[in-house]
């Protein structure tokens, strides 16, 4: 498989794990105090998938296995690159903050990581 296929696929296995991390609990809790409502309604709306235009984590994962990037993904669907970028970068950020809070990186490592995480989202969305 194609490397660069690789790090597209990654990071969206990232970005649905860390959206579904965060939905999870909120979701299964309104779905279980509204039974009789259609449980659709109850799911927030996946950043991830809106800063794409995407309608469907199939949409995107037929996408990026048929080598289209996440910027050709927003490009088709009239949404903002940056968008996504911004997304992933805040998500990343996130990740490597509570790892320093949990001890797992030292201040250096936070440091010199924090510095290249806009670069690196940058060039796996565009796939370069």
């Avoid at 809790?29 to 950043?47: C, E, G, K, N």
């Amino acid at each position: 498989m194609n490397p660069k296929r690789i790090l597209m696929i990654g990071t969206m296995a990232i970005a649905f794990t860390v959206g579904l991390e965060l939905t999870a609990d909120k979701t299964t809790a309104q779905a279980a105090l509204r039974p009789t409502q259609d449980i659709s309604a109850a799911v927030p709306q996946d950043d991830f998938l809106h800063a794409l235009g995407a309608s469907s984590e199939q949409e995107v994962y037929e996408a990026l296995y048929n080598g289209r990037t996440l910027a050709d993904i927003a490009i088709t669907n009239q949404a903002d690159v940056s968008g996504i970028i911004a997304l992933q970068s805040a998500e990343l950020l996130g990740q490597l903050e509570e790892r320093l809070k949990s001890g797992s990186l030292t201040r250096a490592q936070y440091e010199a990581q924090k510095r290249e995480v806009t670069e690196i989202i940058t060039h796996s969305v565009w796939g370069t």
